[in-house]
């Protein structure tokens, strides 16, 4: 793919990835990387991720975890190309697919773009968070479908549908909507466990990671935040997973 004016190339996980992303619009932040690394993925392993973008959570989890294979769920076509394109020029096309596809489509529509019923091990989402009441929509139309758009509960319903038995649902959601998220989960999910993402010392979290399991029955579990930065400079914790592709722990 030629790279235009429209396009960057930008590194993520220190360099480990190089991915392509259209210069206005929705960028791949921190966010993605935390994501990836709360995945529990393990070898042999298939995970999809909704609303991929151009692929930046779904490829820093298989760049850390080797032979789990992921599929990227787009709908925006260009967007799935660019992320089938990053997937190509990181290596990592033999084990990882993006598919132009809405997930929250009907089943026979799924089932065609090849999101068969309790296929998936894994759903990674980085969802559109923002609370329309809250926030001031972006005049670019990806940015604000990216950040703004619709309600998560399709998106958790797909999940549902797409995971076996006791796969997990691993999410990034802005902390101050954490109990809508909650409230918006499927019965068929148990076994919750959080963890908060905090910006600063004695800030509030603005972000947290919660994962669930299909079929789970442990009880609810908070686990110890992540500190991203400290004395304005970024904790060993959140260099060794931004930067160096550690796993972030939230199941156990």
């Not at 394109?85 to 090849?114: F, H, K, M, W, Y």
């Not at 809508?180 to 908060?196: E, K, T, V």
């Not at 304005?232 to 550690?246: H, K, M, N």
């Amino acid at each position: 793919m030629r790279i235009d004016a429209d396009l960057s190339d930008d590194a993520a996980l220190g360099g480990r990835l190089r991915l392509l992303q259209l210069r206005r619009g929705h960028r791949f932040g921190h966010d993605a990387i935390l994501l990836a690394a709360a995945v529990p993925a393990r070898t042999g392993e298939h995970a999809i991720e909704f609303g991929a973008g151009v692929g930046a959570a779904g490829l820093a989890l298989a760049a850390r975890v080797e032979g789990v294979a992921v599929t990227l769920a787009e709908i925006d076509h260009m967007l799935a190309e660019l992320a089938d394109e990053n997937a190509r020029r990181n290596g990592l096309a033999d084990r990882v697919t993006a598919r132009c596809v809405d997930i929250t489509a009907a089943q026979p529509a799924s089932v065609a773009a090849g999101l068969k019923p309790a296929s998936f091990d894994h759903v990674l989402i980085n969802p559109p968070f923002n609370n329309p009441g809250r926030h001031i929509a972006s005049p670019d139309p990806v940015r604000r479908g990216a950040h703004m758009g619709r309600s998560i509960a399709p998106w958790l319903a797909s999940a549902a549908r797409l995971l076996r038995h006791q796969g997990t649902l691993t999410m990034i959601f802005r902390a101050d909507g954490l109990g809508d998220l909650l409230a918006a989960l499927p019965p068929a999910f148990g076994g919750l466990a959080i963890l908060p993402i905090y910006p600063q010392p004695h800030m509030p979290a603005i972000r947290v990671v919660v994962s669930a399991a299909k079929g789970g029955h442990r009880p609810l579990a908070l686990r110890p935040g992540l500190l991203l930065n400290d004395l304005g400079r970024p904790t060993a914790a959140a260099e060794a997973i931004l930067r160096d592709g550690f796993a972030l722990s939230v199941r156990d």
